[in-house]
């Protein structure tokens, strides 16, 4: 899977078939806690609730796209 993803990319592959919502989501988070030890990037994580929405298919505007938010404080 591409290491840079635009939401219209995913898009595009989410649509060709390329890989699904729930490939992405699931790589998503094996790569956040490959790399979170190291750089400790997240102070919580939600991957249960991410992983119990994407088995749902919402298929919502967004559903599917992992997100972050950034805590500046």
């Keep these: 899977m591409n290491k840079k993803l635009t939401i219209s990319k995913v898009h595009k592959d989410f649509e060709s078939k390329k890989y699904s919502a729930k490939e992405l989501?699931?790589?998503t988070i094996a790569k956040i806690e490959e790399?979170?030890?190291k750089y400790h990037a997240f102070i919580s994580t939600t991957?249960?609730?991410a992983r119990e929405?994407?088995?749902k298919e919402n298929k919502g505007i967004l559903w599917?796209?992992?997100s972050a938010?950034?805590?500046n404080y």
Excluded: H, R, V
Aim: proline fraction near 11%; charged fraction near 30%; hydrophobic fraction near 35%.
């Design 25 to 27: 989501i699931y790589n």
């Design 35 to 37: 790399l979170d030890p």
């Design 47 to 49: 991957f249960e609730t």
């Design 53 to 55: 929405s994407i088995e």
């Design 64 to 66: 599917g796209i992992p």
């Design 69 to 71: 938010i950034k805590d």
